[in-house]
């Protein structure tokens, strides 16, 4: 009750949610209530959440934030809801989000951007933007999100809370609504390294559903979060230093890496010599992936169907795509649709694959050296809504730090560590495959040490 | 990098997507803006490097050609908004 009156109170002005599930909510609080009375809990059960509007949820309109989907119930769970509401959380609402998780502000959703609970007519970064604000405000305990170039690491910076994505193919695809597929992952975005420790664990494991699951057991993550980080080395990255990132956000990371030093950690000095690529990469391959994976939206099965009259089939498909579909999504769709056509495959999207390889090559060396990589998030704190909206390529450089993880399918996460003029900064952690147990730890132990989590918006306490 | 309106009208009808005429002038700049920005990869060398598809370098799993899941078309047509007959209805497309 306590969540859905401060979303009631509260959401008007932060237009996090997208819909709002109070009956089923309520529902499962008394389910909950009785689960625990009869000692069947988990940590989990009673703990109110709300899903990022990407994930399936039976009965549910589920809308990717989109034009396309807005008439969409989803006749079934995703696996990741599946196993939360199993664990017996309760489901506050679906949250706003860029469309198709296609934006790096949740400017491009069809319902309208998402405020920063820490100052009105900023952003709250995307495309997760719905989720971490909600998180930010405290209209919920945690939120799950989708992070396919920086979309759950990003926002969570932004509203200054904490958020992971893990290795490729931990948490299923079941029912998450495809970007880029080779790249998308889900998790969870919570206040503390500790809950973001206990919703991951459960979001995580094999799934004969998605053909790309990873067919290992579920990492165990709560256990080693006690685990005190002395004699760890994190391997800094100096051309995550240049001139692209903000001095006061460079100073705030350098802070939280000095932190990691009082801990007992070593910090080296690295050098990703192929990252300055990574951005162009991305921009050929998830395009690419998104313009195959947005095909199956044809306005006939479901989703959105032109009012206008037509006797034409391919007409009918191009006007239900062209009005179904927002501005940033359309550019995608035809910037993947460029890069795959003949003639320019080799030299866009081979090239990018390539590309991605020297990337992740160089994770990997870096790895044979140090246990983590850590550096700033994002380049700036969040910029006002409406600032980068006329070139997209000024919004896509936002994600430089972050895509990097994506490509090379390694876990990483945002906690907060510090502000710059009112706003939150994130400091990054890169673990190497599989190790989100360290990344974790890691951030735990240096939530023990300092209090930016802990920090509320003025104006939702 | 300037692609060229026809070019655009070109991946138009390979995506099946409708590009308004008033919407023509931004996807020609800003579609040439993006392809201008990824341009940028041909500066790497890569003539010995694997193209890499897979983070982790994993097979794709196939399954077993065996049916799993039970007919619920009544629940996804639910859905669609011209449906008889079990059947989703479209423009005629047979004279």
């Not at chain 1, 099965?301 to 009259?309: D, I, L, N, S, V």
């Not at chain 1, 910037?335 to 495959?345: I, K, N």
Request: with cysteine; aromatic share 8%; charged share 20%.
């Amino acid at each position: 009750m306590h969540f859905l009156e401060r979303i009631k109170r509260y959401d008007d002005s932060l237009n996090a949610f997208i819909t709002t599930t109070d009956a089923q909510a309520l529902a499962q609080a008394d389910a909950a209530d009785a689960r625990i009375a009869s000692g069947t809990a988990t940590r989990l059960t009673g703990i109110p959440i709300a899903h990022k509007d990407i994930f399936c949820t039976n009965d549910v309109k589920t809308s990717c934030g989109s034009r396309m989907l807005d008439n969409f119930v989803s006749p079934y769970d995703a696996t990741v809801v599946s196993k939360l509401a199993d664990a017996g959380v309760i489901l506050l609402g679906k949250t706003n989000m860029d469309e198709f998780a296609m934006g790096s502000s949740n400017e491009t959703s069809f319902y309208g951007a998402v405020q920063n609970p820490w100052k009105p007519g900023f952003v709250p970064g995307g495309s997760s933007g719905g989720s971490a604000a909600a998180v930010a405000a405290r209209l919920c305990a945690a939120a799950t999100g989708t992070d396919t170039g920086g979309s759950i690491r990003q926002p969570a910076a932004l509203t200054g809370i904490t958020g992971i994505k893990p290795t490729y193919g931990r948490v299923s695809r079941y029912g998450m609504i495809a970007f880029a597929s080779s790249l998308d992952q889900a998790g969870p975005l919570t206040q503390t390294a500790e809950d973001s420790a206990m919703l991951l664990e459960v979001m995580c494991g094999f799934d004969e559903r998605d053909s790309t699951s990873l067919n290992e057991p579920a990492p165990v993550l709560v256990e080693s979060l006690q685990k005190p980080i002395r004699g760890m080395t994190i391997g800094v990255p100096d051309n995550f230093f240049d001139d692209g990132l903000d001095a006061d956000n460079a100073a705030a990371v350098r802070t939280a890496l000095a932190e990691f030093e009082k801990l007992g950690a070593k910090l080296k000095p690295i050098t990703l010599r192929h990252i300055e690529l990574s951005v162009p990469a991305y921009y050929v391959v998830a395009p690419a992936e998104a313009s195959s994976n947005l095909s199956r939206f044809d306005g006939i099965r479901f989703g959105y169907r032109t009012e206008a009259p037509t006797d034409d089939l391919r007409e009918f498909y191009m006007r239900n795509r062209g009005e179904g579909f927002g501005a940033e999504v359309k550019r995608r769709i035809l910037t993947g649709t460029y890069v795959l056509s003949a003639g320019y495959f080799d030299a866009y999207y081979l090239q990018a694959q390539k590309a991605r390889r020297l990337i992740s090559d160089d994770f990997l060396e870096a790895f044979e050296d140090v246990d983590l990589i850590a550096g700033p998030t994002t380049p700036t704190p969040a910029f006002e809504i409406g600032q980068k909206t006329d070139d997209p390529v000024q919004m896509y450089l936002n994600d430089i730090y972050t895509i990097g993880a994506n490509l090379a399918g390694l876990p990483a996460m945002s906690i907060p560590c510090g502000f710059v003029n009112e706003l939150p900064v994130g400091l990054q952690l890169i673990g190497p495959h599989r190790k989100e147990d360290r990344l974790l730890q890691a951030a735990h132990q240096y939530q023990q040490a300092t209090d930016w989590h802990l920090k509320l918006p003025p104006a939702f306490i | 990098m300037s692609l060229k309106p026809e070019a655009i009208e070109k991946l138009c009808d390979l995506a099946r997507l409708e590009v308004g005429a008033d919407e023509l002038d931004d996807v020609v700049d800003k579609l040439s803006r993006i392809v201008g920005f990824v341009d940028q990869l041909q500066s790497v060398d890569t003539s010995a490097v694997e193209p890499m598809a897979h983070p982790l370098s994993q097979p794709q799993r196939l399954r077993a050609d065996v049916v799993t899941e039970a007919d619920q078309h009544e629940r996804f047509q639910a859905n669609a908004q011209h449906v008889m007959d079990g059947l989703y209805l479209v423009p005629k497309v047979i004279e």
